[in-house]
C-alpha cells in the first residue's frame, strides 16, 4: 500500500513539474527588445487629377515582428500614412486602401519572440498551436475544413484578432479623418453588431471591414467570393451575388478581394449599383513571380472569355492587367480602380505584385522595388 502511494506522490509530482516547464516554456522567450522597424524604401506615386476625391493606396512592406502587438501594427501602418499626409495626399474625400491579408497575421499576436524569427510558417504556427494547448485542440477537433490544424490557430486566436483589427484600423481612420479600406482578415463567421466586429463559432471568411472618417464601421464586411485552392483548404467563399456598396465623401466604392476582380459576374453585380469606383485588396504569393509565366486561374472555373493560349504565354503580371481590375472593370462602366498588394518577408510565403491604376478608363502599371513599399495617390 505505501509502495503504491509513494508511486503515485512520484508520479504525482512529475506532472507538476512537467507543467511547470511547459508554463516557463509558454511565458519564456517573450521579449521583444530586440525588434525595430523595418526602414525599407517607400515609393510615392500620383496619378489622375483631382475632382472629386482621391483613393491613397498603402502598399506595405511587412514583417513577421510587425504583428507582435496592436501597437506594433498600428506604428507599422501610421508610418505609411504619416507619408502619403506629408504628400498632402488627406483631403475632406479621401479613402484609404489597405491590402488582402494585412489583419491575417494578427493570428501571431502576443506570442512567443520565436514565432516572429521561425523560419517557415509551419514552425511559427506550430509554435503559436504549442502555446495554446486546450484551446487548439478543441478547435482541432472541431473543425471540419481540410486544413483542420490551420482553422483551429485561427479560431482560437479570432477574438484577440478581430479587436486589434478593428482598433488599429478605426484609430487610423479617426486620426487622419479618411475612410479606411482595411483589407482583408480571416475570422470565424464574422459579423458586425452594434458597431463592433465580433466572431462566430462556425467556419472562416476572407472579409474586409470599412471605416468612416470617425472610426466607425461602415456598412457590412465584404466577403471574398472566389477562393484559391489554397485558400479552399481553411476557408469558405461569400457569395457573389451580395456585394456590399459603401458610401463614402469621394462617391460609392465597391471593395472587390483579390481574385475576385478576375470574374465577370462580380462586376455584373455592381455595375448597376451606382458604383464611382473600385478598390482591389490583393495578396499574391512567391517571391519574383510577377514576371514568371502565368499559371492560369486557380481555385475556380475561369470566364467564358479567358483564352487558354495566355496560360504560360502572358507573364502574371499580364494576366493580372488583362484578366482583373484593369481589363474588366471599364467593360462595365467603371472608371475608376486601384489594386494594391500585401508586400514583405513574412516567414518562407514570399509576395509579389505592383499597384495598378485605373484612372478615367485608363489603365497602368506602377513598378516599384521587390524589397520597398509603395503609396499610390489616385485623384479623380
Known amino acids: 500500500m505505501i509502495k503504491g502511494r ?20 509558454v511565458q519564456s522567450d517573450r521579449s521583444y527588445a530586440d525588434f525595430e522597424m523595418t526602414s525599407e524604401r517607400s515609393v510615392f506615386v500620383k496619378a489622375g487629377t483631382y475632382t472629386k476625391g482621391n483613393i491613397v493606396g498603402i502598399q506595405p512592406y511587412m514583417v513577421p515582428a510587425d504583428y ?11 508610418r505609411y500614412l504619416s507619408i502619403a499626409k506629408k504628400n498632402g495626399c488627406f483631403t475632406a474625400a ?16 502576443n506570442e512567443k519572440a520565436s514565432v516572429y524569427t521561425a523560419e517557415t510558417t509551419e514552425d511559427a504556427l506550430s509554435t503559436a498551436a504549442f502555446s ?26 479570432a477574438v484577440e484578432m478581430a479587436e486589434a483589427y478593428q482598433h488599429v484600423f478605426s484609430r487610423l481612420a479617426a486620426e487622419y479623418r479618411a ?18 466586429l465580433q466572431v462566430g463559432n462556425g467556419p472562416l471568411f476572407n472579409v474586409s471591414a470599412t471605416f468612416d472618417a470617425t472610426g466607425m464601421l461602415a456598412g457590412p464586411l465584404t466577403v471574398k467570393n472566389f ?23 469621394a462617391g460609392n466604392v465597391a471593395t472587390l478581394i483579390c481574385a475576385d476582380s478576375w470574374y465577370d459576374d462580380v462586376y455584373r453585380v455592381i455595375a448597376d449599383m451606382n458604383v464611382d469606383f473600385v478598390v482591389v485588396p490583393s495578396y499574391l504569393a512567391g517571391e519574383n513571380v510577377w514576371k514568371q509565366p502565368w499559371k492560369g486561374y486557380n481555385g475556380a472555373q475561369p470566364p ?28 462595365f462602366g467603371i472608371q475608376t480602380g486601384l489594386n494594391i ?15 495598378l491604376v485605373l484612372s478615367e478608363g485608363k489603365p497602368e502599371m506602377i513598378e516599384i522595388p521587390a524589397d520597398g513599399a509603395a503609396i499610390v495617390n489616385l485623384q479623380f
Open 6 to 25: 509513494n508511486l503515485l506522490l512520484s508520479a504525482g509530482l512529475v506532472f507538476l513539474v512537467l507543467c511547470g516547464c511547459y508554463y516557463w516554456w
Open 68 to 78: 507582435r502587438s496592436a501597437d506594433a501594427l498600428y506604428a507599422k501602418l501610421n
Open 94 to 109: 479621401t479613402v484609404v486602401v489597405f491590402p488582402e491579408y494585412i489583419g491575417t497575421w494578427l493570428v501571431a499576436i
Open 132 to 157: 495554446h494547448p486546450i484551446s487548439f485542440l478543441a478547435n482541432y477537433f472541431a473543425s471540419d475544413a481540410k486544413g483542420r490544424a490551420t482553422a483551429a490557430l485561427f479560431s482560437l486566436k
Open 179 to 196: 475612410t479606411v479600406v482595411a483589407g482583408s482578415i480571416v475570422l470565424p463567421s464574422p459579423s458586425v453588431e452594434a458597431g463592433v
Open 227 to 249: 477562393l484559391t485552392s489554397e485558400e479552399k483548404a481553411f476557408t469558405v467563399a461569400g457569395n457573389s451575388g451580395q456585394l456590399p456598396i459603401v458610401g463614402t465623401p
Open 304 to 331: 467564358a472569355n479567358v483564352s487558354p493560349d495566355d496560360i504560360g504565354t502572358l507573364t502574371e503580371g499580364q494576366a493580372w492587367q488583362k484578366y482583373g481590375m484593369l481589363g474588366r472593370a471599364p467593360e
Open 341 to 355: 498588394f500585401l508586400r514583405g518577408q513574412l516567414w518562407d510565403l514570399g509576395t509579389d505584385g505592383n499597384p
